[in-house]
């Protein structure tokens, strides 16, 4: 019997190998040609390495604005610092939320360890919350709800999941879950219908809405229109990062790590940004 409502595949995507920084391995998942289906979200990468060489490279320093990032740390270490004398240090399980509106620089360093493993997503932020100065966030185990249910396991990393609500930011409120299907088991989820919605799948394989195909770990599956997210896991089970929000509908030219809404802004960051000043 067809499910009703249920959000279908609209785009499969496999991770493409990348480097950041001094060399620090990523895979680049989503970026601006996706922008459109992805709204509000912007870019997520992966990285991923058992080898520290791949991983003990830093992200070098780099300039932001107009624009929320959200580090999700699965295993590893990874120390930050910016200029605003932020200083923190993000350890396997926990996240960091930063908003960047008014630009500022920073510095991402992992640490030596025996894997590194986690998301970098980047979240747009409407035009009237872009030079906001929204403190930076450590985002602690404890402050990430975890709910074991019958088929499954949830952590919310961000948003609502049901009844119970986790940490959220001051101007955008996306939904971010960590996600563990038992073998052999369906998930069901509603969603406002308003909202984009994808998938990151980490580990095993699993089928989505109406379609009895499998897909496999380290693939991006973002989903078309729908309040529900369905999937049922294949034999090994299936781990995944879900990720829903609210469009902002609003342009989106974007260069190096500025996302403004209008070319002039733009260009005026990147002269900010250029010469030490930052935008008031």
Avoid at 75 to 98: P, R
Avoid at 206 to 224: C, H, K, P, R, Y
Avoid at 230 to 259: D, Y
Wanted: glycine share 10%; aromatic share 8%.
């Amino acid at each position: 019997m067809e499910l009703k409502g249920i959000k279908n595949i609209k785009k499969v995507i496999n991770v493409q190998p990348a480097a950041e920084g001094s060399g620090a391995n990523l895979s680049r998942v989503l970026g601006y040609s996706d922008t459109d289906k992805i709204d509000p979200f912007l870019v997520l990468d992966i990285f991923d390495s058992v080898k520290s060489e791949g991983h003990i490279k830093d992200f070098c320093i780099r300039n932001h604005t107009g624009v929320e990032t959200l580090t999700y740390l699965i295993h590893g270490i990874i120390n930050y610092k910016d200029t605003n004398g932020n200083l923190g240090q993000i350890i396997g399980g926990q996240a960091q939320w930063v908003n960047y509106g008014s630009a500022i620089l920073h510095k991402k360093i992992p640490q030596k360890h025996g894997r590194m493993l986690g998301l970098h997503i980047w979240i747009n932020v409407p035009e009237n919350k872009k030079i906001s100065k929204i403190p930076y966030l450590n985002i602690h185990q404890n402050d990430m709800p975890k709910i074991e249910e019958k088929n499954c396991t949830v952590k919310i990393i961000t948003g609502k999941y049901k009844d119970i609500e986790g940490p959220y930011s001051q101007s955008i409120n996306p939904l971010i879950l960590d996600i563990k299907v038992k073998p052999g088991y369906d998930f069901l989820h509603v969603i406002p219908e308003a909202f984009n919605s994808f998938i990151y799948i980490l580990e095993g394989s699993g089928a989505f809405g109406n379609s009895i195909n499998q897909i496999g770990e380290n693939t991006a599956v973002i989903l078309d229109d729908g309040d529900s997210v369905f999937i049922k896991s294949g034999k090994k089970g299936m781990r995944f990062i879900l990720f829903a929000g609210q469009p902002i509908k609003e342009p989106i030219p974007c260069g190096r790590k500025a996302v403004m809404n209008a070319e002039e802004k733009l260009n005026r960051t990147f002269l900010n940004l250029h010469t030490g000043r930052v935008l008031q």
